[in-house]
């Protein structure tokens, strides 16, 4: 840690006494007359989905006759007494996307248990009906929360069922039992719901029984903290995929990553990968489906307060979607989705617009000499992008990444740094990294690999990278719309090799 310390000041202070118009070139033809931003699109949702109610929370997917149906909680942000209605977003592929909007709505009355609506979970039932379990909320309750019951027909129009409410038992905390997560085990022809609860002060996941989808059996704990925290698990989901079970949730303190586990039988053991997390926290209540073939994981990533940048999350934001490929010991991996990729191939033509004296650029390749600070910059972004690189040849104790919303030193405001003394990959929503902790981390073992393969989208204020299809990084970046971005080194010899753009 000393030496990235050391790295970070001696670069921090070439910064400041040399200078951006010593230390950098502008290397832009000024015979050729550029638009001002790399491409042509403003505003775009259609990446990272917002809700035509506002913002995405907690989201709820589930797969029906090639279609995947995810239910999500409407962060209107209107200032009713009621909030957090059931939208639907349905898509084929996590590329386009049709948004119903509302389909469940909070109770009008401020005495009714679901004048705010939690997290819960679709089924098709042997009925031949759709059922939704969804969290009731009320703050002026006592317990303020219970799982409730409602049909639909055609996941539009649903029918509540007020006489099927389930409370928690005397061994679960009454106002922390939620997000139900219910499935069918074709084995013993039962239904079971996963609910988020508590006991002897202690996040757990209870498990209850059903044969009709009305009354429950509580068949007791099936899963407890095992992360050496008290922590909540929140938004369980519980699938078999390609031979293995697996298990997710979120900790809701004090880290709020998305964790799973896996088994060879529903019944467990359960145990943890060796990564056994998606994402950082820019990615929140994320929860898996499939068809069969694909799985994936839905969740968001939040707005910042205030709205800006250098401020801590806040609730509710974009929904992101990860797909996740299955290793050969089963342990599961987010990679970029190759629908999306196949639907941004237009690439862009790209060059840096500014660079280090000390660095070289030749037919889309970046290298730098290890020479204090050292950036390449490029022209600004507004719309979604597709960047992808490859970086090879770098210091298994040096410092380097992604740099957005530069200032006069060329250096940027939201920055992405593969951290390999530390192993660690970081994101600083501020330039003095020196005096800030990094917003955002994941662990990563620097020294296993020699190249880091890079695919980064950028869109609508929010970035997601995958490294070499082991890790997602998601961040919220406002300024990574309508301002410029580059990559950088710090006392640290790299090369980004192969840059290109796509849109």
């Known amino acids: 840690m000393q030496r990235v310390k050391a790295i970070l000041l001696t670069g921090i202070i070439a910064i400041a006494s040399i200078g951006c118009s010593q230390n950098s070139e502008d290397i ?95 089924i098709k039932g ?77 996040g757990i996941i209870a498990r209850y029984k059903s ?30 995929y390609k031979g293995k079970w697996y298990l997710s949730f979120s900790d809701q303190w004090p880290h709020r990553l998305v964790h799973y586990r896996m088994a060879n039988t529903m019944e467990g053991p359960f145990t943890i990968p060796a990564q056994d997390i998606f994402d950082c926290n820019g990615f929140y209540a994320g929860r898996m489906e499939t068809d069969g073939e694909n799985l994936y994981v839905v969740g968001w990533n939040g ?30 991996y987010p990679v970029l989705n190759p629908k999306l990729e196949e639907a941004m191939s237009n690439e862009l033509a790209v060059a840096p617009l500014k660079m280090s004296e000390s660095a070289t650029y030749k037919d889309g390749n970046i290298s730098f000499a290890e020479d204090k600070y050292e950036m390449a910059g490029f022209k600004e972004l507004m719309g979604s992008y597709l960047i992808k690189t490859t970086i090879r040849g770098f210091d298994k104790e040096g410092m380097f990444g992604f740099c957005f919303n530069t200032n006069e030193e060329s250096v940027g405001s939201l920055n992405i740094i593969f951290n390999a003394s530390n192993n660690r990959i ?5 330039s003095n990294i020196m005096e800030r902790t990094a917003q955002s ?20 204020g929010v970035v997601s990278m995958y490294v ?36």
Not at 306 to 322: F, K, P
Request: proline share 3%; aromatic share 14%.
């Open 441 to 460: 981390y994941v662990d990563y073992d620097f020294s296993k690999v020699d190249e880091l393969k890079v695919s980064m989208i950028v869109s609508d």
């Open 303 to 332: 707005t910042k307060k205030n709205h800006t940048d250098s401020e801590d999350y806040d609730w509710g934001g974009n929904m992101v979607t990860h797909l996740l490929k299955q290793g050969e010991d089963g342990s599961l």
């Open 126 to 202: 042997n009925d031949g009906r759709y059922h939704a379990f969804y969290t009731g909320h009320n703050d002026m309750f006592e317990p303020k929360e219970a799982v409730m019951h409602a049909v639909s027909d055609d996941m539009e129009n649903w029918e509540k069922i007020p006489e099927d409410t389930l409370y928690a038992g005397e061994d679960y905390a009454p106002n922390d039992f939620r997000d139900p997560y219910v499935f069918y085990y074709d084995q013993d022809k039962c239904y079971y719901m996963l609910i988020a609860t508590r006991k002897d002060n202690m």
């Open 28 to 122: 832009r033809d000024e015979s050729v007359v550029e638009e001002k931003y790399l491409g042509e699109s403003f505003e775009d949702h259609s990446v990272f989905p917002v809700s035509v109610e506002g913002l995405i929370g907690d989201t709820m997917p589930f797969y029906d006759n090639g279609t995947y149906n995810v239910f999500y909680l409407a962060d209107q942000r209107n200032g009713k007494q009621g909030y957090h209605p059931w939208g639907l977003i349905k898509t084929s592929d996590f590329v386009t996307y049709d948004d119903k909007g509302v389909v469940l709505n909070y109770a009008d009355n401020v005495e009714d248990q679901d004048i705010a609506l939690g997290t819960g979970s679709v």
């Open 426 to 430: 970081e994101f600083y929503n501020g």
């Open 468 to 503: 070499n299809d082991e890790i997602a990084f998601t961040t919220r970046m406002y300024m990574s719309q309508g301002s410029d971005w580059g990559v950088f080194s710090i006392n640290s010899k790299v090369s980004f090799e192969e840059l290109k753009v796509f849109k």
């Open 211 to 240: 044969t009709d989808l009305t009354s429950w059996e509580d068949t007791g704990v099936f899963f407890q903290n095992d992360m050496g925290t008290d922590s909540n698990l929140e938004c369980p989901t519980l699938l078999e």
